[in-house]
């Protein structure tokens, strides 16, 4: 019931479930996530591109000239779009994503931004993903990382799948630490949030109570930014966006 605490909820990120939790919200993801997010989330998604920029120009690194940009957990393609505009549409991007109700979405956003034919989307677990190694100059992930099942397969497969010298960009919620802002922000993500989701989305699996506590229990930080190193990036540094509620974490894969 909405009205529960949402520290009583025990996370099921099985992929099926996840899988139809997912697909059962696509009709109002975009909606809620604008709405929710007070549409803070599109400056999250263009200051990402500027951040970690694509290549598009002659490298000095030729290996990494007009390489493809992976968007994983892509949804409906809003970070996909997001790095057509940001390469001017001269960089072949692709986006993967398990839940078939959200790829409709974001073939249907690109179709109608005519950028279908620089973007493809296709269904894919970020666990197991159906790309060569050393392939893409970026592999960006944005709001999903925390809910692949295994988080450490999922990073894996990002640092796999990206060329030697590019970059792993994951841009995540995280939890602001401020005398001020902790308190409001865990309030908010608690207990308004969750019924303003649930009111609108009419979601059966609860998906706005579980978006907070998969955020909660997720590590952020230093302490992402560690596991990450543990997989093999360099040079990896995190950047907070508007007081902490989002976090940009940027790793450069080894040469």
């Known amino acids: 019931m909405i009205g529960t605490s949402v520290t009583s909820l025990i996370l099921d990120k099985r992929e099926t479930k996840i899988r139809s939790m997912f697909n059962n919200i696509a009709p109002s993801y975009d909606l809620l996530n604008h709405l929710l997010s007070c549409n803070i989330d599109k400056y999250w998604r263009w200051r990402t591109t500027r951040l970690v920029p694509p290549q598009t120009g002659p490298l000095r690194d030729s290996a990494l000239q007009a390489a493809p940009i992976l968007d994983l957990c892509t949804g409906t393609g809003d ?22 109700e959200m790829l409709l979405r974001a073939e249907a956003k690109a179709k109608r931004r005519n950028a279908s034919e620089r973007i493809r989307f296709l269904e894919a677990d970020a666990q197991r993903l159906p790309f060569p190694s050393d392939w893409f100059q970026i592999t960006t992930v944005a709001f999903g990382l925390r809910n692949v099942t295994d988080t450490d397969k999922g990073i894996a497969e990002m640092v796999r799948v990206t060329q030697p010298g590019g970059r792993v960009a994951i841009l995540e919620f995280s939890q602001p630490r401020g005398f001020l802002m902790g308190p409001l922000y865990r309030f908010y993500f608690r207990h308004i949030l969750p019924r303003l989701g649930q009111m609108i989305s009419r979601s059966k699996d609860n998906a706005y109570r579980y978006l907070p506590e998969s955020v909660m229990q997720f590590p952020d930080g230093e302490a992402l930014a560690e596991r990450l190193r543990g997989h093999g990036l360099s040079e990896v540094k995190w950047h907070p966006f508007t007081f902490g509620i989002a976090t940009l974490y940027v790793g450069t894969k080894k040469k």
């Open 79 to 100: 970070l996909a779009l997001a790095y057509d505009r940001a390469a001017l549409g001269q960089v072949p991007i692709v986006g993967a994503d398990f839940c078939h």
